[in-house]
């Protein structure tokens, strides 16, 4: 056997210390994305009245955020691929941090609104552009755990908004709470000075000319097998993202209206579902390194179908919080698998550009899923709607068996 010597010990550290700053950077992006969304809902009927809004004025910042989120993912994952998953990831947080800044200069409807769909510009191509870089920095054998660290980012940020809002918006006002959106520029600082450009992705691009490299949207649909995978993915993450909003959009109201729930007791409620979705993300991330991504995959949708169809019909408080926590685990959980999973479907010339396109398509698929759920619990009840939503996932475990391949392990392209 031989001995290492210090230069290797040497280099594995470096490398090991790289991989860790970059899923610092990728989790501490997308946690700045959860916290964001959820203050600003906090924060809408104090701005509302402040600035004189009506209820769909307000209601239109998150959707136009939501909307710049959509295109920011498609504009920074094709970047990425051509200059850079650092570069991009920087500019990202940069630009979501200096509009988020100036949401708290804002005088009226016009100039809020145009403030709060630039943010959601660099907000939208974190996601992807993390899940990339970490991929890319980490080992196959670690690869769907650490991209699963990088979706429970969003949860921390949600839940650093849940603790912190109540605390600081009586005390610095919704300006005061745009202004600590700043914050972030300085994250972009450290990106950029700490995380170098993932090995594979300069030895990829040192061996084409600018000119030469393909577009990589182009590549998303390069022969049978990759549409095919495309297709897949575009089904999974809308199943993911119209589930995931459907419910947590509608779930304090269900638990008040169907059970009389108060507030306070519908918050910890969707809290405890909350926390059922951290526990399915981190599981999930596990389970896909050790048992594949798609037997993990196809566990996790069998359990939403069950879960979503069973929970509509619990009656008790004590059955609604086991319920809705393991209800989270199977219904989010999922997200911590996209990372890994779209990594090793296509090659480094396309991988970001396949992570932000791709997802970002099923959220903007997901942001019917409110819109869906509210329709049907209109119509019939909000238990019926519940149980119907369980449906979409069985066209996720079609999606999977027939559309996805099985790539753990593998070296990526």
């Not at 405890?272 to 993990?296: E, Q, S």
């Not at 086991?322 to 480094?348: C, D, H, K, Q, R």
């Not at 049907?376 to 027939?402: C, E, H, N, P, V």
């Amino acid at each position: 056997m031989t001995a290492a010597t210090p230069a290797t010990d040497t280099r594995a550290s470096a490398k090991q210390g790289y991989a860790g700053r970059a899923l610092i950077a990728s989790v501490l992006g997308y946690a700045m994305d959860g916290f964001d969304l959820l203050i600003l809902g906090f924060m809408l009927p104090v701005i509302a009245a402040d600035l004189h809004l009506s209820s769909a004025q307000a209601g239109s910042l998150v959707t136009w955020t939501l909307i710049g989120a959509v295109a920011g993912g498609l504009i920074f994952g094709v970047l990425s691929d051509y200059f850079g998953r650092v570069r991009m990831l920087t500019w990202t947080i940069l630009i979501f941090a200096v509009f988020t800044g100036l949401c708290a200069l804002a005088q009226g409807y016009t100039d809020l609104l145009a403030y709060r769909t630039i943010a959601g510009i660099g907000l939208g191509g974190e996601f992807g552009i993390g899940m990339t870089l970490v991929a890319e920095a980490w080992p196959a054998s670690q690869r769907a755990r650490v991209s699963s660290y990088v979706g429970l980012g969003w949860q921390l940020g949600v839940l650093a908004a849940a603790l912190l809002t109540p605390l600081l918006l009586p005390v610095i006002g919704w300006r005061g709470m745009f202004a600590l959106g700043l914050l972030p520029a300085v994250v972009s600082f450290f990106v950029r000075r700490r995380v170098e450009e993932p090995a594979l992705f300069t030895e990829r691009v040192a061996r084409s000319t600018f000119a030469a490299r393909k577009l990589p949207l182009k590549l998303l649909v390069a022969d049978g097998r990759t549409t095919r995978a495309s297709i897949g993915v575009v089904i999974l993450c809308s199943v993911q993202n119209f589930g995931y909003y459907g419910l947590m959009i509608w779930l304090p109201s269900y638990l008040s209206k169907t059970f009389g729930y108060s507030l306070t007791r519908s918050g910890v409620w969707t809290a405890v579902t909350v926390l059922g979705m951290a526990a399915g993300i981190w599981l999930f991330g596990v389970a896909a390194d050790r048992f594949g991504r798609k037997p993990t995959f196809l566990f996790y949708q069998a359990g939403a179908v069950v879960m979503v169809f069973v929970y509509a019909h619990l009656t008790t408080p004590s059955a609604l919080l086991i319920g809705g926590a393991a209800m989270g685990v199977f219904v989010n959980g999922m997200i911590g698998g996209y990372g890994a999973l779209i990594s090793e479907l296509y090659p480094t010339e396309a991988r970001a550009t396949a992570q932000n396109v791709l997802f970002n398509i099923g959220r903007a698929v997901g942001g019917f899923g409110p819109v869906a759920v509210g329709a049907l619990a209109a119509r019939y009840s909000f238990g019926a709607a519940l149980a119907l939503l369980a449906s979409i996932y069985l066209l996720d475990i079609f999606a999977t068996l027939f559309l996805i391949a099985e790539r753990r392990g593998a070296e990526l392209e």
